[in-house]
Each structure stands twice: as C-alpha cells, then as structure tokens.
C-alpha cells in the first residue's frame, strides 16, 4: 500500500522517533556502547523447493546452472570450519556469542548446534534455510508454518524456544513483526535503522527491534561491496569510535552481523581479532547477547 | 543539435563570457544533503522498481534508508553546523508531513530547499502533462505551507523525469533544473515560457553512487578536495560551481562523518569560496547573466 501522507511512520510497526529528540539510555553500568555480535548459520539447499525465494547473490556467488557446487561449498565452508575460528575470537575478547540458526542447520548438523552451547552461546531463529526467504508471496498461513518451524527445530535442537530473530537475508513480509511476536519471539534484527533498540508494535504481547549495523554486515562490505578487508577493520573501529563518544550522552548500540563463511576465512579472521581488541579493551563496553541487551532495554527504558 | 532535445545551445566552456561571483569568489559552493522517504510498500510504476531485491518490502533495503532520518541526518548536521553550512536540501516533500522535526531542524538553521518530488519511491516518467501540472503544485503548495518559502528548483525525485519537465517546471514558475550535471556553470535551458537554468549537481561527488561501490570516506574527500583544487584553480578566470551531494543515511554512518568534516574544513579554509545554495545560484546567474549567455551562445551556434 503507497504511504498516506501524514504524521510519523507508513506502517504501523513502529512510532517514528528521531535520535536527538529521545530520552536518554543507560546500560549496564554506565557503559556507553552496548556491543552484541551475531554470527549466521545459513543452509543452502541442494534444491530449493520450486515456490521459495532468494536474493540473486544468497550464498555468496552468482547463481549458476544446477548443481552449483561452488555456491553450496562457500557456505559450508562456515559450518564446518569458519565458525570455530569466529567462536575463538569472540571467546578471546570476551564476548558471548549471539548465534542465528536455520532450521536446516539445527535439524542436519547437530554436532555445531551443541558446539554453539557449550561455547555459551544464546540461538535465536532464523528461518527455515538461506534459500528460503520470508516475502510477501508467502500466505499469512505459510509464513505462520514457516515461523514455527523455524522455532520447532531451535526448541527441539537446543531444549528452549528462541528469544530472538533474523529472518534469512533480512527477509519480512508486511506481517513478519507480529507473527514472530505471536510465536514467543521477543526481539527482532531485521530492521537496520537505528543506534539504540526501540520498541515494535503488536497486539500478541512485547517485541523488540535490536537494529544491526548495516553497512557493518560483513555480506554486505566484502561481498556485496568488495570493501577491502583491511578498510573492512577500519570502518569498524571508526564506527565503534563515533558510538563511543556519541555514547556518553546516550547509550548507543553496536550490534555486528557476521557470516563464518566470508569472515572465518583464514585471511580475514585476523581483521575480526583485531577491531575487536580495538573495542573491548576500553572502559565503558558492555558485550552482551542480543537477549540481554533488550532484557535490560525493557526494564531499563530511556528516561526524559 | 548538440545535445537532444534542442533544451541546450553548445557553449564551450573555454569561450564564454566570464562569470564573476559575488565578493569575487571563485567557486560557488552548494552543499545538497538528500532528505528523503523511501516508501514501504511504493506502487511499482511498470518501468522502474524501487526495491528490485525482494518482493515489497524489502525491510532491509527500507530500513537502511530509514535509518538516515532516524540517526543519521541529526550527526550530519553537527557536522555542518560545525562549518555554519547553509544547505540547499534535495527534499522529498513528504517529509515534511512524516517527520516534523526533521523540518524543523533544516528551518531553524535557515536551509533553502530544491524539490526531490515527493517520496523516493514515485518517479515522473510516466506521468501525463497534467499529472505533472499537478505535481508542481502539490510540491509548491507543500513547501509553502510547511516553510513558508516559494520553491525555486528540483532534482527529480530520484532523477526522474519527462520530456515535458523543464517546460511545466517553468510553467509552474520554478527556474532552476539541476538534473543535467552537463557544466561546471549555470546554464540557461530552453523552455515555452519563462527562464530556467541548469545548475550544476553532482553524481560523482555524491556519496550514493560511491558508497554503493567499495570507495569509503577517505577517497570521498580525496576526490572532493582534488575537485575543490581545480575549480579553485579556474575560477579565478570565471567563477565555476561546486556541488556536493549527500544522503544522510549514508554520510551520517558513525565511520563516514569525518570524512565530511574533513571536506569541508578543507574547503572552508579558503578565500574565494561563496558558500551558497541552488536557489541564490540561479538568482544571481539569471539576474546578471542569462541574457549575455543566451545571446553569447546564439552567435556560437551561428
């Protein structure tokens, strides 16, 4: 539906709330930057059945006939070997895991699921496979079975239902917020428009948009981009810089989504270790999961 | 014809009467921030589609968007209030009506504004003449009523248009069009009634096109001040025009507004700089220097 010309957002999932004008959040602490980092654990299919719907580049390469070897390896090149060195880091620097897991993954590679707790992990959903987007082409019925799928093989795989959600490629229909919130999700990371969580709307109880840095994304520097991965650290350590500072007025919010597949790779993991060390040795950091981060948001809301 | 569709007289630039800016400056400087709205769920026209990635929405691409006036339009403006910027902001009128403050803030701070249309999402190309007709006036009538200033000048919303747009722009009495980008001056374009002017915009200092691809902030300001440098450089001859386009959601990431500031105090540095916006740029050229351009390029062309 084209927006209606009127006050605030056009649609109804969240109040329009400019950054300067809010009041101001406190984390834990006083700290001035939350730092929460997801690492994504994406299955590609084999053969995606024929309805589902992808992003041309999901994967990593360009789509080529089938059997497409290479698109299918790349990404599991993450499962089986990038992600223990991302885990390393992020242990290293003292950062809990915040760990997204497809469907696909918790039901076909129980091994990393338990890996993923046993490092302290916290899972949160993220849809069935990489190859299946969640779109508008889906019905309300479909995507519902979708979603709880989603939530049905992470409760199974890991013995409690998910608090958190990132839909495969960020992917949302006009109804995913409330659908999510009806099935137990309680905070979101679809939405990258923000340096602070903020509140969404629904009738099925509370939820949460925990905002990702876009342009942080490791998909869409290296790979969509072609940042180089030396400039890849720098961008982060000049964006963790601004948030700090901008951070001793306002609590600010630095949430890192990463792919083991592109960031794991031996030559890149170095570039990680490093902006890393950069933010976690100052004063005033709190690293956190994506579920503590907006635990403490709901209980301690920015004041006037 | 030099250049289709008979809009433009050829006037090379090595053979022109000279420009002289006021207080003598060198080069006017205009900086243009993109305040914009990209719809959640837009009409796809049947030519161009907004969101090309996925079906509507496409949250990602919307809210990487939304995120400029959420946060990062209000650290640009430190930025330019740290260098007392006066801008002409490329405004999707519809802003106005959304986000209050974001108005407000541009206001207070004394910004001219050149229309973008309405949102980022709707394009002119398909428009009819009165469509269009309507268009002016629905941009006209918005900007008074939110600014209470008289729009002068468009970009088209998302540099769109119709073959019709500079005659209706004129109609409708604007007087500058910068989606030409075809001069480093003021450039008087064709039009049934009226006067219209080019001034000059920019797609290559401008930190969509570059952001999109793997250049970062360092090599925005490289480029900025080895464009500054040149144009410095020749407008001591005749004043030459120097636009810098941005677009908060971009420019206001936490690890690019440096990147700004070290542009502008670089630029702001020098003498010879009017700092000005699109709306006085065509003012002064059309009141000191159209008629001398116009007569200037009809001998040119013989």
Known sequence: MPAERRFGMDHEHYDWSPISKRGILRWPDNARVAVCVIVDLDHPEWQPPEDSFTTPFAGGLSARSFPDYARLGHREYGHRVGIFRVLDVLEKHGIKPTVAIDAMTAENYPYLVQHCLDRGAEIIGHGVALTRMITSNMTEEAERAYIAQSVDALTSATGSAPAGWLGPEYGESSRTPQLLSQAGIRYVCDWVNDEQPYPLKSPHGEIFALPVMSELDDVVALWDRRVNIGRYQQLIEDGFDVLYQDGQQNGRLLALNLHPWLIGQPFRIGYLDRALSHIMRREGVWAASGSEIVDWYRNNPPTA | ?302
């Not at chain 2, 490289?222 to 971009?250: N, T, W």
């Not at chain 2, 670089?266 to 006085?280: F, L």
């Open chain 2, 1 to 302: 014809m030099p250049l289709p569709p008979d809009r433009v007289d050829y006037s090379p630039i090595i053979d022109r009467p000279p420009i002289k800016w006021p207080n003598g400056a060198r080069v006017a400087l205009w900086i243009a921030p993109n305040v914009e709205h990209y719809e959640y769920e837009p009409e796809f026209d049947g030519h161009r589609d907004p969101w090309p990635r996925t079906p509507y929405p496409d949250v990602q691409a919307y809210s990487y968007r939304d995120y400029g006036n959420r946060v990062g339009f209000w650290r640009m403006l430190e930025v330019l209030d740290k260098h007392n910027i006066r801008c002409c902001v490329s405004l999707n009128m519809a802003v106005l009506e959304h986000f209050p403050e974001v108005g407000e803030a541009m206001m207070q701070r004394d910004y001219d504004f050149m229309s973008h249309g309405i949102y980022n999402t709707r394009y002119l190309n398909t428009y009819t003449e009165e469509q269009e007709r309507e268009f002016y006036r629905d941009t006209i009538d918005t900007l008074k009523r939110h600014t209470g200033k008289q729009l002068k000048g468009m970009l088209g919303p998302a540099i769109s248009g119709t073959e019709r747009t500079p005659d209706l722009m004129a109609e409708a009495g604007l007087i500058y069009h910068t989606d030409w980008m075809h001069d480093d001056q003021p450039v008087p374009i064709k039009v049934k009634s009226g006067k219209l002017v080019s001034v000059p915009y920019s797609i290559e200092l401008n930190d969509a096109p570059l952001f999109r691809q793997h250049y970062e902030g360092d090599y925005f300001a490289e480029i900025c001040k080895a464009q500054f440098d040149q144009l410095y450089q020749e407008g001591a001859e005749s004043g030459r025009v120097m636009c810098i386009a941005l677009h908060p959601y971009l420019t206001g990431q936490p690890h690019r507004a440096k990147y700004l500031d070290e542009i502008l105090g670089y630029i702001m540095s020098h003498d010879g700089v009017w700092q000005t916006t699109a709306d006085d740029i065509a003012d002064y050229y059309i009141a000191n220097y159209y008629d001398q351009a116009v007569d200037h390029a009809s001998r040119i062309n013989g």
